[in-house]
């Protein structure tokens, strides 16, 4: 199982601390590090910095959200950091939710998610593999453009630069289990949000037939210390924002998923304090539980003891979000 370094978005500015613990990273033996996007700072330029720093840790998106671009600019984006970066890009793609969609992008949610997140991968493959001129007649994805405000004039076209690696790795990052079924059929990995090594039925569905290589890298925050219920405190603070806050009342992808891995009582009464205003509560109501199963708190030999769960399942890279160097190195430590 390979460590690999979560970055997460920007908050309201930079964060001065993201290329030294990738260069630290780097310098421990990780061997990739992400960055993501929700509705602020964007994927590709920070992981283009890390890359100017960089030597050989791979470089990926954790995600980068399908409807701030269209397939064929996504594709622009991975070939030309593959080139700059030597190498080294991987491209982590979701469609996020219909709140983001719509509210931030100006786009609709896609009625058919399932439809939309295969054209769009078979774009990004077409542009990769530069085999011929990219061509589609898709629901959502049409190349040419072939609908009736169009003029008609279209020409499909080829990449003028060529690709670096036509099979530069796509990942995905999928909630619901028709979309993770997909995800190993379409794309070489799979992002999850949520992954309890003690609950491997919440997904045992949808993986039952792993093609070979397939990368499974789901995100950890880690934090090593003596006080546990202290160290949950930042994992609760993210279940609370993104069960409660990253969707509606009646459609919220990550509460479903809480839901599904067995606290579906629970996630209900997060999102409802949380929509009510009452976040601090909402964060308060997250089952420490959870929030343990899903992340790596405590002391360096309780940590130690669950990664060993972390490596008997499917996980192939584990993502570790933290913050604090000291994780980093024990974490590198333990794993090696």
Known sequence: MRLGL???????GPSADHVPLAIEAERLGYDSVWTAESWGSDAFTPLTWIAARTTRIRLGTAIA???ARSPTTTAMHALTLDHLSGGRMMLGLGLSGPQVVEGWYGRPFPKSPLTATREYVDVVRQVLRREGPVELDGRFHSHPYRGADGTGLGKALK????????????LLGAEGPKNIAQTTRIADGWLPLYWSPTRPQAYEASLTELPEGFLVAPMARAHVCDDVAEGLLPVKAMLGFYIGGMGHAARNFHADLMARMGFEEEARKIQRLFLEGRREEAV???????????????????????LESWRKGPVTDLLILSPDPRTLRVLAELNA
């Open 284 to 306: 308060l109501a997250v089952p420490d539980a959870f929030a343990d199963e899903i992340s790596l708190v405590g002391p360096r030999e309780r940590i130690a003891e669950r």
């Open 6 to 12: 979560a970055l997460g978005y920007w908050g309201r």
């Open 159 to 170: 990449p003028i630069t060529h690709p670096l690696r036509a099979e530069l790795p796509i």
């Open 65 to 67: 959200q399908m409807a």
